[in-house]
């Protein structure tokens, strides 16, 4: 919000180096504007126009290239308005209502050589109406705070709110503590407990021993098949014996 001191103050928003002035007739209908109405290629004066705001009102100030003596100002407190309008027929040709110290008006033309210019003219007014419009958004709000409604989250005389913590622990408590995982199972009816998944480890110590009983079982086989092999020594030799009984009985 501009004080009384900041509204002293005079900002420049844009200076254009050269602009043309033109007497336009005077306004017959409420049909729109046109340029080609106007002697466009005879201006009637043609000067510098700077663009300044002194607090919320902009100025439009047509100034000698050479001396800066003012040659007309029009004062804006609202952008579009009556003090600046567009003319139907061109973006460079603007009609524009100037004042002076007595308070008289009239209206005039004004146009520039180049739609750069133009543009220019035409950003600066916006911008600063843009910011005079979120001034006096903000000033209403900073007076009236409490317009808008408020959430009330306070309690109420006579309500009360009720924890139940023990509970929830509770709850908590009887939930199996289980990730997902195998769980142990309960021990036997005898009291005594499976052995652990551990214990597959041991297995494999015990391997070289199981190897061990296999070779075992192999030399007991051999063994066997050795003493099997025995017996059929006396066979043979009994063979031999009945064989040579018949050669000795044979002579005779």
């Known amino acids: 919000m501009a004080t009384e001191g900041q509204s002293e103050y005079e900002s420049v928003l844009c200076v254009k180096p050269e602009v043309n002035v033109y007497r336009i007739p005077p306004r017959a209908s409420n049909r729109a504007?046109?340029?080609?109405?106007?002697?466009?290629?005879?201006?009637?004066?043609?000067?510098?126009?700077?663009?300044?705001?002194?607090?919320?009102?902009?100025?439009?100030k047509l100034e000698d290239k050479i001396s800066g003596e003012l040659f007309a100002q029009a004062p804006i407190e609202e952008y579009p308005g009556i003090a600046v309008e567009t003319v139907s027929d061109s973006s460079r040709y603007f009609v524009l209502r100037i004042q002076d110290d007595n308070g008289?008006?009239?209206?005039?033309?004004?146009?520039?050589?180049?739609?750069?210019?133009?543009?220019?003219?035409?950003?600066?007014?916006?911008?600063?109406?843009?910011?005079?419009?979120?001034?006096?958004?903000?000033?209403?709000?900073?007076?009236?705070?409490?317009?808008?409604?408020?959430?009330?989250?306070?309690?109420?005389?006579?309500?009360?709110?009720?924890?139940?913590?023990?509970?929830?622990?509770?709850?908590?408590?009887?939930?199996?503590?289980?990730?997902?995982?195998?769980?142990?199972?309960?021990?036997?009816?005898?009291?005594?407990?499976?052995?652990?998944?551990s214990s597959r480890s041991t297995n494999h110590n015990t391997q070289p021993s199981a190897g061990g009983s296999d070779t075992g079982?192999?030399?007991?086989?051999?063994?066997?098949?050795?003493?099997?092999?025995?017996?059929?020594n006396p066979t043979t030799t009994a063979s031999a014996d009945l064989w040579g009984d018949f050669d000795s009985v044979s002579p005779k």
């Open 104 to 197: 008289r008006s009239a209206f005039i033309g004004i146009g520039f050589g180049d739609r750069g210019d133009a543009f220019d003219f035409n950003v600066a007014l916006q911008d600063h109406f843009k910011w005079v419009k979120q001034e006096n958004e903000f000033t209403m709000q900073a007076q009236a705070p409490d317009s808008t409604p408020k959430l009330d989250l306070g309690f109420k005389e006579g309500q009360t709110i009720t924890l139940n913590i023990g509970q929830s622990k509770k709850k908590d408590r009887s939930r199996p503590q289980s990730s997902g995982g195998i769980g142990l199972l309960p021990p036997p009816p005898g009291g005594k407990l499976a052995p652990p998944p």
């Open 217 to 232: 079982c192999l030399l007991d086989l051999d063994s066997s098949n050795s003493n099997s092999l025995a017996p059929s």
């Open 33 to 60: 504007i046109r340029a080609a109405d106007w002697k466009l290629d005879a201006p009637d004066w043609t000067g510098r126009m700077r663009v300044t705001a002194r607090g919320k009102v902009a100025y439009v």
